[in-house]
């Protein structure tokens, strides 16, 4: 379990981006409603994008976030990374190496890692990562293809191996928070939950309501 308190993972709700399940809605609009709800914490993941598209987003995202003094993690691209000033990169398994990318940021920029067993995920700590998203814990239509579920008992096994915080990934809803956090994760990744919602803002308010009050607006 997470024993190392770390000023930078000051979040426990980890907002991953897909504008396609905003619901018509631009991007930009949901993710500062999910902002005003007490999110902070949002990785910009939009593989589909040029180089140029996804700089422009960047840059837009990073005055949003900034604006409500949340962090802006980019997914992979590390050149995007450094050249918005982001607050760190999340990396997969087809990412550049983790050493290699903290030799790029320095220390004081954030890594995440996605990680899906014990021995990613130890390696993720090994490697220098500062956060792990572990998953997928539920069944999600979206991560259907890689299997069954890996349920909380996996979800308690990996958080008692790292010392760094473990984000639990996939299928996690306002109504299974609490769970994964009663079996050692010190917050959860979502999508849908927040940006497929009518109500963004409502719905970051609603989970964070049922997550360790670290990043819960008084």
């Known amino acids: 379990m997470f024993n190392e308190s770390s000023p930078w993972i ?22 500062e409603e999910a902002l005003r709800g007490g999110v902070r914490a949002v990785q910009l993941r939009e ?12 840059y837009d995202m990073r005055r949003v976030t900034a604006r409500h003094n949340a962090k802006l993690i980019i ?6 990374a450094l050249a918005v000033d982001a607050d760190g990169v999340h990396l997969g398994n087809r990412s550049m190496p983790t050493y290699k990318v903290r030799r790029l940021l320095g220390e ?8 899906h067993n014990k021995i990613q995920a130890t390696s ?9 998203t572990y998953g997928p814990v539920y069944f999600t239509p979206s991560k259907a293809g890689m299997g069954e579920p890996l349920g ?3 979800l308690e096994a990996v958080t008692k191996l790292l010392r760094i915080p473990v984000f639990a990934l996939g299928g996690v809803k306002g109504e299974n928070c609490a769970e994964v956090v009663d079996h050692g994760a010190h917050g959860v990744a979502l999508i849908s939950a927040v940006l497929s919602s009518p109500d963004p ?5 609603q989970i964070l309501s049922r997550l360790p009050a670290l990043d819960r607006n008084d």
């Open 47 to 58: 593989k589909d994008l040029s180089t140029k598209e996804l700089y422009e987003l960047a």
């Open 152 to 154: 909380v008992e996996r």
């Open 124 to 132: 993720a700590q090994e490697a220098g990562a500062d956060f792990i």
């Open 201 to 205: 803002r409502q719905a970051a308010r």
């Open 10 to 31: 000051d979040f426990t709700l980890y907002l991953i981006t897909d504008r396609h399940q905003a619901l018509g809605r631009g991007l930009e609009f949901v993710v």
């Open 75 to 80: 997914n992979d691209r590390v050149d995007v």
């Open 108 to 115: 004081k920029k954030l890594i995440g890692v996605s990680c």
